[in-house]
Nanobody, 116 residues
Framework: QVQLVESGGGLVQPGGSLRLACAASGRFFGISAMGWYRQAPGKQRELVARITSGGSTNYADSVKGRFTISRDNAKNTVYLQMSSLKPEDTAVYYC??????????WGQGTQVTVSP
């Protein structure tokens, strides 16, 4: 059974940084592109960053230049380094396959709260 576990969230002040991690069971990240998604209160879930199996990356305009996605296939882990955080970054962050996330792969996510 494949499971994804997100970690690294927390409370941070505007301008601060956090590093999120997404660890998967089994052999999961060696083939598929992966993405980080977020869902803020009252908003739809959105894709914020993606990374291919070869390491190519893409970012949503709202986070470009501030977030960096990376992966360690040997550890079945995807990371999201977030800097210059803004209150509008507040959301629950999830990882999943990209471009077609699997419903059963959605985990509980990790809460990121940006507040003074």
């Amino acid at each position: 059974q494949v499971q994804l576990v997100e970690s690294g969230g927390g409370l941070v002040q505007p301008g601060g940084s956090l590093r999120l991690a997404c660890a998967a069971s089994g052999r999961f990240f060696g083939i598929s592109a992966m993405g980080w998604y977020r869902q803020a209160p009252g908003k739809q879930r959105e894709l914020v960053a993606r990374i291919t199996s070869g390491g190519s990356t893409n970012y949503a305009d709202s986070v470009k230049g501030r977030f960096t996605i990376s992966r360690d296939n040997a550890k079945n882990t995807v990371y999201l380094q977030m800097s210059s955080l803004k209150p509008e970054d507040t959301a629950v962050y999830y990882c999943n396959e990209q471009p077609t996330p699997l419903l059963s792969y959605w985990g509980q996510g990790t809460q990121v709260t940006v507040s003074p």
